[in-house]
């Protein structure tokens, strides 16, 4: 809490009301991500995470595969999926908890902020659209970013409180960010580089005030942040608790990180932890730089991704844009010094938004995900000035003060909601700058939902065959894979596989028999083969629909834009299943029809 705060007689009831406000803010946060959570399609990259994790939950053999990212979803929804069934709620339930928590930072970083400040810091990290919408998407970024702003807060608190239990908690929280994406290497250098400026940033102030620049780097600082280790009972007790921190953190990685089940084997075979923790620890790295590091991802062209990047920013968070650039500015030449916290967080904001368009291996809006984090400290700051200038206006009896800075806030109140209500399922094309391109339409859905009463009602032979194709615009193959056996084992073979995301989730949670066809085979063998369901690409609608007679036909968008996929139902399947085929959906990208009419 400020200096100032600290003096009003109140305090104590102003900080009640800054906890009630975190605790408001944590309610409706978890509200906003848990309503409808199962109601969008999964999404291609869902579909693929989600389909792994289904073949370990049901063979047990998991081993870290990069290109999908840390294994902290693998492991955790396999024991979510042992009391829930797997459906798009419970695989998208720990990224929506994890981010419907974000605003209880605000309170662990309390005494660094107002309590005007620490309840718009939990409402911004509530509210901001680009968090909600990834807080409902089974994807690991609201995780690592999520669990990287606990760790700094955890160390904050720790030396807010003099508790060095919060050190611990720190550590668990970052390995829990390391097991979720490997991109928590690049917050711990983001908190490097705002811990770099922030020095900076210090030196510049006071060696304006007469310390010279020696005694700043390496006396009067470091010197005052050592004896704050006063505070955990000395430098040795410091140095103990750090080591705990730092054995914690690896055990909590080599948790994620080891192969399954050969740590479980541990405890029949104790001879094997070496092993087991070479392979969680070295081994992982190993695999993670092959990939990420010497993988050849982050080349590309640095401007286009900076352009995505900050369009992304400008469209899903203007508002903490906006009041970020307010409360930096406020905090830093308002009155009294600038506090280290605000200054640190907007550094890191704007190292993120520096760098990840470097690191970033394809142009995506869940990036902007990372800068907004950060930001929304400087942002709340700028919540509180505006909120607290549009007070003293009011007071003044300035109307024209007061009704522009209530304007500003309703302004930034409203768009938020809006937003949040357009995008929470949302697969228009017009929203591309927060969603991601490969996003089926919605009413694709329901079409799964009679194939997966057909497939059931289907004792025998194939359930599902995907009609191979070449795509009319690079020629590669889609649908086809030669050896379907080969999608029951990490990595599958062949890359058209790839182009079934995300049907291959729902299917296998169908438990449906899948074959497919090589491109350009003749569509008469599809009718004498006489499949119940036949997925293919609109461009291959007309040439299948003669041969396919008596079968239902859907179109749906299987991308936001340029891609749709066609599901021909067999009507005898359906009287089989019991099953009255589905109308046709209200979205204008679904279209319906009966072939052989």
């Known amino acids: ?5 600290a003096l009003a007689p109140d305090a104590a009831s102003r900080s009640a009301y800054a906890l009630a406000a975190v605790v408001v803010a944590t309610a409706l946060s978890l509200l906003a991500r848990l ?13 693929r995470v989600g389909f792994w994790i289904l073949r370990f939950h049901e063979s047990g053999v998991y081993s870290y595969r990069p290109i999908i990212h840390g294994p902290f979803l693998p492991i ?4 979510v999926f042992a009391v829930l069934p797997p459906t798009d709620f419970s695989a998208r339930l720990v990224v929506a908890l994890v981010g419907g928590l974000l605003p209880l930072v605000a309170w662990l970083v309390r005494d660094r902020l107002r309590d005007v400040e620490v309840a718009a810091l939990a409402f911004v990290l509530a509210a901001n659209p680009l968090l909600v919408y990834y807080s409902r998407f089974m994807r690991s970024d609201v995780l690592v970013g999520g669990f990287s702003l606990f760790a700094l807060a955890f160390a904050v608190r720790a030396l807010d409180a003099d508790e060095p239990r919060y050190l611990h908690l720190s550590a668990v929280s970052l390995a829990l960010g390391f097991a979720s994406k490997e991109n928590a290497l690049i917050y711990v250098l983001c908190f490097l580089g705002g811990a770099a400026l922030l020095l900076d940033h210090r030196l510049i102030r006071e060696t304006a005030g ?14 005052s942040a050592v004896r704050r280790t006063d505070r955990f009972g000395g430098a040795r007790r410091a140095v103990g608790h750090a080591v705990v921190a730092v054995v914690v953190f690896f055990a909590v990685v080599v948790f994620f990180y080891a192969p399954r089940p050969e ?84 550094y890191i904001g704007i190292v993120s938004v520096v760098g990840y368009p470097v690191a970033t291996d394809i142009q995506a809006p869940w990036a902007a995900v990372h800068a907004v984090l950060p930001l929304t400290v400087p942002a709340a700051v700028g919540v509180a000035y505006v909120f607290r200038a549009g007070r003293s206006a009011f007071e003044r009896e300035d109307a024209v ?11 930034a109140a409203t768009g938020v909601v809006g937003a949040n209500v357009s995008y929470m399922n949302s697969t228009a094309e017009e929203d591309k700058m927060v969603l991601q391109w490969a996003q089926p339409g919605n009413d694709l859905k329901p079409t799964l939902e009679t194939v997966h009463a057909v497939s059931e009602a289907n004792d025998e032979g194939t359930d599902v065959l995907f009609y191979g194709t070449y795509n009319p615009y690079n020629h590669d193959a889609l649908f086809y894979v030669e050896n379907e056996s080969s999608a029951r084992q990490a990595p599958v073979g062949g890359p058209s596989w790839h182009s079934r995301l995300p049907l291959p989730w729902y299917l296998e949670r169908y438990g449906a028999n899948v074959t497919s066809t090589p491109p350009a085979t003749d569509p008469s063998t599809i ?24 079968y239902v036909v859907y179109e749906h968008r299987f991308k936001l ?37």
């Open 263 to 346: 740590f479980w084997n541990v405890f029949g075979d104790p001879s094997s932890v070496p092993v087991v923790v070479q392979n969680g620890t070295v081994g992982a790295w190993e695999k993670f730089y092959g990939t990420w590091g010497g993988g050849g991802h982050q080349d590309h062209s640095y401007l286009p991704y900076l352009y995505d990047f900050l369009q992304s920013l400008v469209y899903g968070a203007p508002a903490v844009v906006v009041f970020a650039i307010v409360g930096f500015v406020a905090d830093g030449y308002g009155d009294g010094d600038a506090r280290d916290l605000v200054s640190f967080a907007t």
């Open 527 to 550: 009718a004498e083969r006489n499949p119940p369901v036949v997925f293919a690409y609109e461009w291959n609608r007309s040439d299948l629909e003669p041969a396919l007679d008596g």
């Open 76 to 79: 955790v929804n396999d024991k």
């Open 210 to 223: 007469g310390t010279s620049a020696s005694l700043v780097v390496l006396g009067a600082w470091p010197l």
């Open 35 to 47: 309503v409808a959570l199962g109601g969008r399609i999964f999404h291609w990259d869902e579909g």
């Open 561 to 597: 834009w340029s891609e749709n996929v066609t599901v021909f139902v067999d009507e005898e399947a359906l009287a089989e299943a019991d099953v009255a085929a589905p109308e046709a959906r209200t979205e204008a990208s679904a279209t319906v029809a009966r072939t052989g009419a």
């Open 401 to 411: 003060g007061a009704g522009l800075a209530a304007l500003l806030l309703l302004s």
């Open 1 to 5: 809490m400020s200096t100032e705060d």
